[in-house]
C-alpha cells in the first residue's frame, strides 16, 4: 500500500516529464511557419490586370536602350534559276529502250542519259547514202566536162553547169552528214539507236519520260531538265505596306530553317511589277549562291531587309516575354502589388538571352524579369 510520500513523488516525476515534452516540442521548427506567405493575386475588372499580395516575389527588370536597323522579315521558297534551268531535246522520235538517269540526279556535260530506237535513224542514214551517190556522179560528170573542155568539144558554159550541179551535190551531202551528226549516229557505223546526252552540268529537276515511253521528238515534251543549282532564286511575298523597305540591288540575310545557324546573303535581283491582288502581295527575286548545295528546290526560308537608317526600341531579357494565344506579352508595375499585362511586338534575339522589343514598351520601363512565374500564379 503507497503511503502518502510515496504519491508526492510520483506526482513530481509526472511533472518533469511533461516539462520535459513540452520543452521537445518548443524546440521543433515548423517548416509552414518559416515558408513565404503564397502570393494570392486578385483580379480586377480590367482582365489584364492584377493585383499581388507579395510583389516581392516577382523581381523587376529594366528596359534597355538598343539601336539598330529596321528589318523586315518575310518568308520565301527556293526555286532554280531559269535561266539555268536548260532542256534535254530529242531531235529522234522513238521508243526509250533505256534511261541512264533518274530525277534528282547530279549528272556532267556529255553523260548519257537515255536511249531510243527511232526509224528517224533510217530515213536519216539513207538520205546520206543517196548524197553520196549524188555527189560521187557530179564530181564525175564535172570531170568529164572539164577534160572535154579542155579539147574545145564544149562550150564553157557547160562546164559551169557541172560545177553547179557539183556545188549542189556536196551541200546535201554535208547536210545529211550534218543530219546524221546531230542524231548521234555514226555515218560510217549506223544504228537504229540514238543516245541522247547531257547538255549541260547539274541536277535533273524534271523527268517526263520512262522506260517504253515513246519521244516524240521537238513535238513533244522535253525528256529531261537539268538545273544547274550553284545559284538559285528565292521568290518572297512582300506586302504592299512594306516595299519601302526593298530596294533592287541591296542584300538581305537568308535563313534556312534546316540550318539555322548558317546565314546567307542573297542580293534583290528584280520586284515584280504586279501585286496578287488576294493577298496584296508583291514578287521579290534573290539570287543567292549556293555552291555547296545547302539550298533544295521548294525549301520555305526567312528573308531579313534591312533598312539604312538606324532605329531605337527596347530590350528586355528574353525570360520577361510571355508568349501566349500566337500574341506576346510582358507584365509591368503599374503600382505596389498592382501589374498590368501589356502586349508588345518582339524582334531579334540580342546577345546576353536579350530580345528586342519593337513596339509596347520604350527603354526605361519596368517589366517583369520572368513572365512565366507570374503567368502561372495568375492562373492558380
Known sequence: MKTKNDLIRLAAVCLSVSVLLVGCNEGKADPKA????????????????????????????????????????????????ISRAVPVISLASGRVVEIKARLGDVVTKGQLLLRIRSSDVSGAHQTYLKAVNDERLARQQLERAQTLYDKGAIAKSAIEQADDTEQDAKVDLDTASEQLRLLGVDKDRPSGIVDV??????????????????????????????????????????????????????????????YPDKILKGRIDNILPVLDPNIRTAKVRLEVANPEGLMRIG???????????PETHAAVPATAILHMHDREWVYAPVSTGHFKRLEVVTGNMLPGNMQEVVSGIKPGDQVVSNALVLQNTVEQ
Open 34 to 81: 518559416e515558408a513565404p506567405p503564397p502570393a494570392t493575386v486578385e483580379q480586377d475588372l480590367d482582365a489584364n490586370n492584377f493585383k499581388v499580395d507579395h510583389p516581392e516575389q516577382f523581381p523587376l527588370a529594366t528596359a534597355i536602350e538598343h539601336k539598330g536597323a529596321p528589318a523586315l522579315n518575310v518568308t520565301g521558297v527556293v526555286q532554280p534559276d
Open 299 to 309: 525549301m520555305f526560308v526567312t528573308a531579313t531587309f534591312h533598312g539604312k537608317l
Open 197 to 258: 546526252t547531257a547538255p549541260i552540268s547539274g541536277v535533273i529537276t524534271d523527268q517526263q519520260v520512262t522506260n517504253a515511253a515513246g519521244v516524240q521528238g521537238l513535238s513533244g515534251p522535253n525528256p529531261f531538265t537539268i538545273s544547274d543549282l550553284s545559284s538559285v532564286w528565292i521568290i518572297c511575298d512582300v506586302y504592299e505596306n512594306d516595299l519601302d523597305a526593298v530596294h533592287t540591288g541591296e542584300y538581305a540575310d537568308i535563313r534556312l530553317n534546316a
